[in-house]
């Protein structure tokens, strides 16, 4: 149990584009999902925490309009890059925590973001 | 807010023998102590945690110590196999609603 996805697992795009990165809980419901962003070798910066029927609480110097967030159910977030530039590319992981659950929080595979 | 530190950064040990990870927190009203592994290219996975009331948790080969007046919570690989191989990261969270501080990770290499 316990299964986050993540749609897609890579993409290349062109600066100037968006990109949307889909996270979804696959055997439970999530009232909160994270969004992280993971640089080579470093550990997991917070993006934003999601909470599912309203809006996204981000972290300081994370720029709300660059990175639209949306938990639309208890199972899906969003998480659309706009206006990409080579400085986006990154590894984008999602988290969710469970809603009957204590703590726990289970991470998606991850999204690999090349902006060329 | 908390501050969570592990050490070492990296660490190899031949297969067979015991690994040890250690991390500190800053604050008190953290409760809750996950480790995750992570492979290269793939997302974290949780592979113990523990509560702050208990001291000892242990999953096959896997362990976790905590201490709470000391403020640190320890992992330990016994037996370890090159498949141990991975980055593994410490985190401490003081309740559901709260974000997770996690450490800076611990490059493990398991030398067959």
């Known amino acids: 149990g316990a299964v986050v996805s993540q749609h897609p697992s890579w993409v290349i795009c062109k600066s100037g584009t968006s990109v949307k990165i889909e996270c979804r809980s696959l055997d439970f419901q999530a009232t909160t999902m994270f969004w992280y962003r993971q640089f080579p070798k470093q550990s997991l910066m917070l993006m934003a925490t999601s909470n599912e029927g309203s809006k996204a609480t981000y972290e300081q110097g994370v720029e709300k309009d660059k990175f639209l967030i949306n938990h639309a159910s208890l199972t899906l977030s969003t998480l659309t890059v706009t206006s990409a530039h080579p400085e986006d590319s990154s590894f984008y992981i999602c988290?969710?925590?469970?809603?009957?659950?204590?703590?726990?929080?289970?991470f998606g595979p991850g999204t690999r973001l090349t902006v060329t | 807010g908390e501050n969570v530190e592990q050490h070492p950064s990296t660490l190899s040990v031949q297969e067979g023998d015991s690994a040890v990870i250690k991390c500190t927190y800053s604050d008190s009203a953290s409760n809750y102590f996950p480790w995750y592994k992570q492979e290269l290219g793939k997302g974290p996975q949780l592979i113990i945690d523990i509560r702050s009331n208990v001291g000892e948790k242990k999953d096959q080969r896997i362990a976790v110590t905590l201490n709470k007046t000391a403020k640190h919570f320890s992992l330990h690989i016994t037996e370890t196999q090159p498949e141990d191989s991975a980055v593994y990261f410490c985190?401490?969270?003081?309740?559901?609603?709260?974000?997770?501080?996690f450490g800076t990770g611990t490059s493990l290499t398991v030398i067959p």
């Open positions: 985190a401490a969270n003081k309740g559901a609603g709260n974000q997770f501080y």
């Open positions: 988290s969710a925590r469970e809603l009957a659950g204590l703590n726990e929080q289970y």
